[in-house]
């Protein structure tokens, strides 16, 4: 088996016998001996059988299988003006050369067209640049008849976008944007910071998107969801006073109130009110499945305190000293359990304290105007309304110095030290240094503190947490936490 191919037009032809091949079956054209190609085609396949495929393939609109069929051919035979027409046809998604003619746009800047002039007959050329010229009229008649229908019409068209322009850029947006001022006034700030977000960069929506959220927030904090509110601070960054508020606020959440530690024990508040807790169970201190309706809760050493919704609380553990006597306690808005006594907050800001008072650690009954409270080993924090600090009980190391502190949001004592956060984000400590846990003057950006037997633990504004003291049991290991 052998191919022959036409010197005139390349063309070819599987033959059995190239001297027996004189006329080209394409083009007409006579061909002498010197001018056929002998062609092994075992390994490249029956030619005239791939150009059928590809062409059946064309009428079946199996474009890229086509395609395949006629690059097959062109791998053993690169001038093959046949491949590159039925190539040409599956580009432009047609099945016959003849639809060609109907294509919208000319296609002579196609690769496999300029192949098709380069090795094709003079038949197939001109056929093919008769299309061309055609299409490239009938465009152009179609243009000059849509310029004939668009010039009447250009000044009307010019004042129709103008004013399109003027309602989609300037009317539209001033309706809404009226209509969300109207909203902000009315309190309506969800749907009013809906508008402005879709207004965009139209005057100053970016800013009145922050400016509404702010007073989001202050709605919220006004109605005592101290959450939702610190949420809005979080994602304001810093606009206007938030990292302050978000400071002042944080403590008064159900963040800080959701887990808390004893000394061998854990004790979690879950979302339904109810409480689970885990470890050393020896006085009791873990038999909290009963409880529910529960807000708020405090674990220290070997007793568990739980505030309910409605200002009572409940107890259990180790009562050696009478800790877990809160059995009459009403109006409560806060609780902190120490080592051997329990304090409760009153919402008059008064204080009620029971357990062991040996170091004068329960001696709160003259305190009033406190707004937050923290107990530890033996000794009682209060944080008061116009941000002075109160101390009473142990002060062996200087734990309970704190009257010369101001401006503070928040409060935690330690074992034998006690952390103060002030509104600018910095923090202050007094106590027990051993291990170097009041080493704290170089925070900042910090909106929320706690205390721990030997070490400090401060929470920043971006979410990442900074912790100095002892760091025996990698306690202090928290470089790498992102709480936000």
């Known amino acids: 088996m052998a191919l022959f191919k036409c010197s005139k037009c390349g063309g070819t032809k599987e033959v059995d016998d190239l001297s027996k091949v004189t006329f080209c079956t394409h083009c007409g054209a006579k061909n002498d001996a010197a001018e056929r190609i002998n062609i092994n085609i075992g390994v490249a396949g029956n030619s005239s ?126 309706v809404k944007y009226n209509k969300a001022e109207k909203l902000v006034s009315q309190n309506k700030y969800d749907e009013a910071i809906e508008i402005y977000v879709e207004l965009d960069s139209f005057k100053d929506s970016g800013e009145k998107i922050l400016e509404t959220r702010y007073k989001k927030a202050e709605e919220l904090i006004s109605q005592g969801k101290y959450d939702g509110a610190i949420e809005i601070y979080i994602e304001l960054d810093g606009f206007k006073d938030s990292t302050t508020l978000m400071r002042k606020y944080y403590p008064k959440t159900s963040f800080i109130n959701k887990i808390s530690a004893g000394s061998g024990h854990t004790v979690g508040l879950k979302s339904d009110g109810t409480i689970v807790a885990v470890g050393l169970n020896s006085y009791g201190q873990c038999n909290v499945s009963g409880w529910d309706d529960i807000v708020a809760i405090s674990a220290r050493y070997w007793h568990t305190v739980g505030l309910k919704s409605d200002g009572t609380i409940v107890a259990v553990g180790l009562n050696s000293y009478g800790q877990c006597n809160v059995s009459g306690w009403d109006d409560i808005v806060a609780i902190s359990a120490g080592s051997s006594h329990t304090v409760g907050l009153k919402s008059d800001g008064t204080i009620v304290a029971v357990g062991s008072n040996r170091i004068g650690q329960c001696d709160v009954s003259g305190w009033d105007d406190i707004v937050a409270i923290s107990a530890r080993f033996w000794h009682t924090v209060g944080l008061k309304s116009d941000g002075t600090v109160v101390a009473v009980g142990d002060n062996e190391y200087g734990q309970c110095n704190v009257t010369g502190w101001d401006d503070i949001v928040a409060i935690s004592a330690g074992n034998g030290h006690t952390v103060g956060l002030k509104s600018d984000g910095t923090i202050v400590a007094v106590g027990l240094n051993s291990y170097g846990q009041c080493n704290v003057s170089g925070w900042d950006d910090i909106v929320a503190i706690s205390a721990g037997g030997g070490h400090t633990v401060g929470l920043k504004s971006d979410g990442t947490v900074v912790a100095v003291g002892w760091n025996n049991d990698g306690q202090c290991d928290v470089s790498g936490w992102d709480l936000f």
């Open 49 to 174: 059988a791939l150009l059928d495929r590809g062409f059946m393939a064309l009428e079946d609109k199996e474009w890229e299988k086509a395609d395949g069929f006629f690059e097959q051919i062109l791998n053993f035979d690169a001038k093959c003006s046949e491949a590159y027409l039925g190539k040409l046809l599956a580009e432009l998604k047609v099945s016959k050369k003849e639809e060609l003619l109907n294509q919208s746009k000319p296609f002579d800047s196609s690769a496999n067209y300029q192949k098709i002039i380069r090795f094709g007959n003079d038949v197939l050329k001109s056929e093919l640049e008769g299309y061309i010229s055609v299409i490239k009229e009938r465009k152009k008649q179609k243009h000059k008849k849509r310029k004939k229908i668009i010039i009447p019409l250009t000044s009307f068209v010019a004042l129709l976008i103008v004013f399109v322009s003027l309602i989609n850029t300037l009317i539209i947006p001033s």
